[in-house]
């Protein structure tokens, strides 16, 4: 997902703590233990998609991502509240203008193929994003250089300060430390060689993805043998597979069925607030949606608790902005009730009557398919008669990159600092702005958002910006959604995470 991602609650705790130290501040957090576990049989992990490649710096898929949480590292990473802590990286410097941040790379750790991981394997990965720009390349807007003194120190230099660096060089796998050899020789699309807990093993189209520990890994060794992801589409079958012991987890539980399946006990199932968002977003390269009016008027017909309720059971938030209600950064603001009247009249001073909107989904994601069905009858409620286009993710994001759509309904998962919630969905050209928003006061306050260290400042800067995105309809926001889990009560040590990060390397599988 878009991290697209394919990409990100009640959970998050205040997010400027991600920028990790201040000026001229050192960080030592040298969590290097290598003491070894024992081993725990094959965990089938159920998915809702398959992904469309294992390249970190080339998907924007969730279903990718979850795969390569556990195939890959980054420099730093978030913990459970998402603060940024060591990964790759034990320790950093800052200068004291802030523009140098000097990393120190944890000593021991390779790749699975057991070659040494060194501070170029680093500079390659970052210079590959930002030289190609590939998805990720928006995170590496203020670097300047990246640069390998020796080959256990990175050093990144940066044309301005930069709050959330920390935050863009780990907050998901998208920027993953990859080998230079594997992606030269193309194997890493579906035999990516990480340095993470696990190694890819086997990639079979439309049937799994089976991971084995890797044991050059320099953390703790993973208790478990391996994890064989299978990718199952209705959400009923991932239940009756959890239940029947063909999967131990799943997080593509049907939604309705949560509250009964945390009463009956017979699976685990946990929930907790998430940094995700959905939403609705309209082509503004076709007419009419170059109209702010029609925009706005789609959102005045829009009852985002009915929606939320079809599509989430309860296990969601409305909210007409991005960020959510337990956030520090969440900005309160709500100016579209449900007004049928008003979006009728907005229609008709635009000169729109008798329009049909394509509206793209994919079946992969089934609260979209839920979701626009709720929508379509809203719609049709003001003049407007919506056709439903179910598409499966590969072709919906095919379809999206192309501009191939009057409008399309998606999330962005695990987002993390309020810039992955804004900046390249609403920067005009940004990389994932495929509706073609463009609104020169926003673009000056995302770029100023981006630089600026003082908090408070920061905050006022993002809700300026957030109140001209939600003024302009460039995305119609629907609700912020929790993370739903199961898994089988044989599993232990797994922990639900607010950002969706799947971790495996603690899991044991009692047998």
Known sequence: MTRSKIVAAALVVALTALAGCSAGESVDV?????????????????????????????????????????VYDTLVEPDADLKMGPALATKWTTSSDQLTWT?????????????????????????????????????????????????????????????????????????AIVQKANVE???????????????????????????TRNDAYWGPKPKLDG?????????????????????????????QQVPTLKEDGVVTVATTPSTDYWYLALNEARKPYDDVNVRRAVAFALDREAITKAAKFGQATANQTAIPKGSSWYYEYAPYRHDPDQARQLLGGAGVSGRTMDLMVTSEYPETVTAAQVIAAQLKDVGITVKIRTLDFAQWLDEQGKGNFDAFLLGWLGNIDPDEFYYAQHRTGGTFNFHKYSNPTVDTLLDQARTQTDEAARKQTYERAAKQIVDDASYIYLYNPDVVQGWSRKVTGYQVRSDRAIRFRDVALNR
């Open 103 to 175: 990393f120190t790379l944890r000593e021991g750790a390779r790749f699975s193929d057991g070659s040494p991981l060194t501070a170029q394997d680093v500079v390659y990965s970052y210079r590959r994003i930002i030289d190609e720009k590939l998805n990720a390349a928006y995170k590496f807007a203020t670097v300047k250089t990246v640069t390998a003194p020796d080959p256990a120190t990175v050093v990144v230099t940066l044309t301005a300060p930069t709050p959330n660096l920390l935050a863009n060089l780990g907050g998901f796998k998208g920027v």
């Open 30 to 70: 040298d969590g290097g233990s290598t003491a070894g576990g024992s081993t725990g049989g094959t965990l089938t992990a159920a998915i809702g998609g398959e992904p469309d490649q294992l390249d970190p710096h080339k998907t924007s898929a969730y279903y990718s991502f979850q795969v390569l949480e556990n």
């Open 185 to 211: 020789s193309g194997a890493i699309k579906t035999r990516p060689v990480g340095s993470g807990p696990f190694t890819v093993a086997s990639y079979t189209s439309g049937d799994t993805i089976k991971l």
């Open 227 to 255: 994890v064989t992801f299978t990718f199952v589409k209705d959400p009923t079958v991932a239940l009756q597979n959890l239940r029947g012991g063909e999967a131990q987890w799943t997080d593509n539980l049907p939604p």
